[in-house]
């Protein structure tokens, strides 16, 4: 698992617990064969270390949604596979910015991160379609989610 991964499943898990999950949506959407799992965060939930590593900026106005897309394997489990990702992110008066998804790759995991800009309380509304290699299946996802800044 990257240590990218590995900082962002601890991340929802601990906010979930702090009972900060609203800043923090890490969702499923399942299309039978095929989930789609995502969450989206502002960029200062990284530590400096992990933002650098991964060559992400680390700011109080973006933010950073986490993408993957997993099939169910002959044993029931799931796995990642690689896909196509495209998206776009609205904000309440409608502007349109496209997302530029940057595939990750390390061991089994596949994932999809792209960063966005935001004002502090702006509601966002997410169109993501996902393709998996070798599927004709579109997965469109489509979510809202409002971010706010850490207090300092």
């Known amino acids: 698992m990257t240590r990218l991964r590995h900082y962002v499943m601890v991340l929802v898990a601990t906010l979930g617990l702090a009972g900060l999950s609203a800043q923090v ?3 499923v959407v399942d299309f039978g064969a095929h989930q789609v799992h995502y ?4 960029s ?3 530590s400096p270390e992990v933002a650098a590593a991964n060559n992400l900026n680390r700011s109080r106005a973006i933010g950073i949604v986490n993408v993957s897309v997993m099939q169910k394997n002959e044993l ?3 796995q990642t596979v690689p896909a196509q990702m495209e998206g776009r992110v609205i904000n309440d008066i409608q502007q349109v910015r496209f997302l530029a998804f940057r595939r990750i790759k ?3 995991a596949i ?3 792209a960063e966005f800009q935001y004002r502090e309380a ?3 509304t997410f169109q993501i379609t996902a393709r998996p290699t070798g599927s004709n299946a579109e997965l469109p996802v489509r ?3 409002t971010l706010y800044n850490e207090k300092p």
Do not use: N, R
Request: aromatic fraction near 20%.
């Open 25 to 27: 949506a890490a969702e």
């Open 39 to 42: 969450s989206v965060f502002p």
């Open 76 to 78: 029931g489990g799931l």
């Open 111 to 113: 994932y999809f991160i």
């Open 143 to 145: 979510f809202a989610h």
């Open 122 to 124: 702006e509601l966002l």
């Open 44 to 46: 200062t939930f990284l």
């Open 106 to 108: 390390e061991g089994d």
